[in-house]
């Protein structure tokens, strides 16, 4: 199985930072990688597939980059309604896989 | 609107069974894979089963395989979990996704239902 390590588990950031959040597989994943963002009680949304490409609807703000392992997000400039849980997920091989989550908080 | 709504949750016993279903809505429901994901209490996503469109390709986590099946009705526009010989373990929100092959959003869960709870505890 490809095992999905998030770094940071948690971050603590103001309005107007920028945040990143990495993620590394086990394995390389040619770029099947997807960027969720979850807030409490609710289901999660899509932001980012294939590694770059913003889902319609997204604020641009967010950003994906990365091949092979290393994978990363960038909001550019957090906003107040951007403080939730992240999460990536491969798509390259079953079973699909999750990272653990990054808990993005107000500092 | 797309839409994705989860029914059949509950409490069950160790040992027991439930089925879970989906509705699904506006959009061409067999042009799709679909899935189930779940999300055990302060935990994070687990993927569980994946189905092709017309059902002939199916995937399981190794953790459900043999306890739960995935199926889907096309005509209804529905997707189902049968879960048998549930665990504590198994104890989670399940969420219903589509899962796109397509440019739209590759390899991803582009549309996610609201979750369903199942509490297994005797």
């Known amino acids: 199985d490809i095992q999905m390590t998030q770094s940071p588990s948690s971050v603590s950031a103001s309005v107007g930072d920028r945040v990143t959040i990495t993620c590394r597989a086990s394995?390389?994943?040619?770029?099947?990688l997807a960027w969720y963002q979850q807030k409490p009680g609710t289901a999660p949304k899509i932001l980012i597939h294939a590694a770059s490409s913003l889902q319609s609807g997204v604020p641009s703000r967010f950003s994906g980059s990365g091949s092979g392992t290393d994978y990363t997000l960038t909001i550019s400039s957090l906003q107040p309604e951007d403080f939730a849980t992240y999460y990536c997920q491969q798509g390259s091989t079953y079973p699909l896989t999750f990272g653990g989550g990054t808990k993005v908080e107000i500092k | 609107e797309v839409q994705l709504v989860e029914s059949g949750g509950g409490l069950v016993q160790p040992g027991g069974s439930l089925r879970l279903s989906c509705a699904a809505s506006g959009f061409t429901f067999s042009n799709y894979w679909m899935t189930w994901v779940r999300q055990a209490p302060g935990k994070g996503l687990e993927w569980v089963a994946n189905?092709?469109?017309?059902?002939?390709?199916?995937h399981y986590v190794d953790s459900v395989k043999g306890r739960f099946t995935i199926s889907r009705d096309n005509a209804k526009n529905s997707l189902h979990l049968l879960m048998n010989s549930l665990r504590a373990e198994d104890t989670a929100v399940y969420y219903c996704?589509?899962?796109?092959?397509?440019?739209?959003?590759?390899?991803?869960?582009?549309?996610w239902g609201q979750g369903t709870m199942v509490t297994v505890s005797s």
């Open positions: 189905i092709k469109q017309d059902g002939s390709e199916i």
């Open positions: 996704a589509r899962y796109s092959r397509q440019s739209s959003a590759w390899y991803a869960f582009d549309i």
């Open positions: 394995q390389g994943i040619n770029r099947w």
